[in-house]
């Protein structure tokens, strides 16, 4: 396939580099430093395994994405519609669009910016850039994939490149399971600079995870959506298999940029208001991150 990401950061490079390895024509589209590390020594993936490079084209303008067959959209929440724009005019018209994105309403308001359709994915991987165009992987990598005509395709192609997916007609449910995950963790995870392994060791850190699920389960349901009765247990296994990871609103903070929480608890935070059912361990956190974000 020919494939194009757009937002080429820790996620969109980790894959890019999957699939470019595998033998797909990949082309990133980021910021200049990107562009320009890549042009010098390729795309850079580092894991347990080793370290390795691949060829890969790189640029920041939005007609990178002409003539891809898929395009991979990984951009921040807050830069969906901006991303959007930016390819609008460029774009197959046969291109399927995934939105590979935190948060449960990215496909949706991408749709409404292409006035096309935008497949959802839950992305389930632990991935950090060790600097540009140098992604280091911590864990996992795989997707669950929205249906839609060309979904099993894409899996298997996809699968083919060491990149597990399945697909589901109720990919909402996992987009929200991936929601009460990142709720429960990327705040805490900021606001201490800690990985999951050690913030859980910290005291009543349990107890508050808790009540952040609780709240996040409550608002899913009253919304329709179907959450697993043992979600809370899969939340606090995070912790264990990925000890070692720090949030991606972690490393935002830490390199002094916006980070996602407006679309992650406070995400919740509006919904739950909409639905009339109080959030305000989800409250907290987005106000406590809200404020580290500021510059004074």
Not at 149 to 157: G, K, L
Not at 225 to 231: H, L, T
Request: glycine share 10%; hydrophobic share 50%; net charge negative.
């Amino acid at each position: 396939m020919n494939v194009a990401v757009v937002g080429a950061g820790a996620v969109g490079c980790y894959y890019g580099f999957l699939l470019a390895q595998a033998g797909h024509a990949v082309t990133l589209i980021g910021r200049p430093a990107l562009v320009e590390a890549v042009g010098a020594a390729g795309l850079v993936l580092e894991r347990a395994a080793g370290t390795a490079s691949v060829p890969v084209r790189a640029t920041e303008a939005g007609d990178g994405v002409s003539g891809a067959d898929l395009v991979l959209v990984c951009v921040k929440s807050g830069d969906t519609e901006a991303a959007g724009a930016m390819i609008a005019g460029h774009l197959d018209p046969a291109a399927t669009i995934l939105s590979l994105q935190n948060g449960v309403d990215n496909a949706e308001r991408l749709a409404a910016v292409l006035d096309r359709p935008v497949v959802p994915v839950a992305v389930y991987v632990a991935t950090a850039m060790a600097g540009p165009g140098h992604v280091r992987h911590n864990g996992r990598g795989d997707l669950i994939l929205g249906a839609s005509e060309t979904s099993d395709r894409i899996a298997a192609a996809f699968t083919a490149a060491g990149i597990p997916t399945t697909v589901s007609a109720r990919a909402v449910d996992a987009l929200w399971a991936k929601l009460i995950t990142n709720c429960a963790y990327n705040a805490l995870s900021a606001l201490t600079q800690r990985p999951y392994g050690r913030l859980l060791q910290g005291e009543g850190v349990v107890a508050a995870i808790t009540d952040v699920v609780r709240e996040c389960v409550a608002v899913a349901e009253a919304d329709g959506v179907s959450v697993a009765p043992d979600i809370l247990d899969t939340v606090l296994d995070l912790g264990v298999t990925m000890a070692g990871q720090r949030s991606s609103t972690a490393q935002d903070l830490a390199r002094g940029r916006a980070s996602e929480i407006d679309h992650l608890n406070g995400f919740v935070v509006r919904k739950g208001a909409a639905l009339d059912i109080p959030t305000p361990a989800n409250r907290l956190l987005h106000t406590l991150v809200k404020l580290a974000e500021q510059k004074d």
